[in-house]
């Protein structure tokens, strides 16, 4: 089945950015000249999603704003002499048919999805974390697309993490020695993790996780886990698979340090910019 709907989690308060988001959504953060969001919708229609749901908190208004098309600005734009400028502008409001929502209910990741769901319907969907990016050759959202296609099932984007960073993260358990998986243990040590497959924030889920989210209810913290509900679907014969970035590597935005990092690979991934960053990044 084609998969034309994609859900990406925007409601996140940013606490680990204050003051910075005291007004302005973590999502809205620049990587560059792009704010964060954008890159995940743009990986998005990279693989054929036309219609996007973000969920958002009650601060985002400035995130809808941003993909709205703002004719002032054009018009300011148009007089300028800068058409090139016009056309990008519209560009970003025009990429794919944009539904917003705001988040209700208990806090957790799992309830951005949850919240979706009369929108989704009964259908196959993309799920992303508003704060991961993918920088690879190829949008990652359609790598896994293209894996769905060939083995129908739930997938999990993932990544080989270093040893020192897989208590940092919900790490895949394998299923033999196919990409099919049993689990994903939830920053596990070093030694009783079972791989360096870290579990990020990208998904593709059919309709059956809206019935498991609701099944399974609160966990951990009083909050909604998305995890929970995978588990309890591949313990109800559910096939879920793990997908590997294919060149490319996945960059958390999460925390200060992360987002810095994520900014310089950007930089030096841009033809424009390379060169006349790479002294201050050496």
């Keep these: 089945m084609k998969i034309t709907k994609g859900v990406i989690a925007a409601a996140g308060r940013g606490t680990r950015f204050l003051p910075e988001t005291r007004a302005v959504p973590k999502e809205m953060l620049p990587i560059v000249d792009k704010p964060i969001i954008q890159y995940i919708v743009e990986e998005f229609v990279a693989a054929g999603i036309t219609d996007i749901v973000i969920v958002t908190g009650t601060s985002h208004r400035s995130l809808e704003e941003h993909f709205d098309h703002n004719f002032e600005l054009e018009d300011h734009l148009r007089k300028s002499g800068k058409p090139e400028l016009v056309s990008k502008m519209k560009r970003i409001a025009d990429m794919a048919n944009f539904i917003y929502i705001r988040q209700e209910g208990s806090y957790g990741n799992g309830t951005p999805c949850w919240n979706a769901r009369k929108v ?5 969907f993309v799920y992303a974390f508003g704060d991961d ?13 293209q894996a769905y296609q060939k083995h129908r099932g739930l997938y999990v984007g ?18 033999g ?17 079972p791989s360096k497959l870290a579990a990020i924030g990208r998904f593709i889920l059919e309709p059956e996780i809206f019935a498991a989210l609701e099944k399974v209810g609160l966990g951990k913290g009083r909050e909604l886990w998305l995890v929970d509900a995978i588990h309890y679907l591949i313990k109800q014969g559910q096939k ?23 900014v310089r690979a950007y930089a030096q991934s841009r033809p424009e910019f390379k060169s006349k960053v ?5």
């Design 177 to 193: 020695q196919g990409p099919e998986i049993s689990g994903i243990v939830e920053k596990p040590d070093l030694k009783t993790a």
């Design 240 to 262: 879920a698979y793990y997908k590997k970035v294919q060149d490319g590597k996945w960059y958390t935005t999460g925390d200060p340090v992360s987002y810095l990092n994520a």
């Design 278 to 282: 790479k002294h201050i990044f050496r």
């Design 120 to 124: 989704i319907g009964r259908e196959p």
């Design 133 to 145: 990016l993918v920088l690879a050759k190829k949008s990652f959202t359609k790598q896994m697309v």
């Design 158 to 175: 993932a990544q080989v993490v270093p040893k020192s960073e897989v208590h940092k993260y919900g790490i895949i358990k394998p299923k």
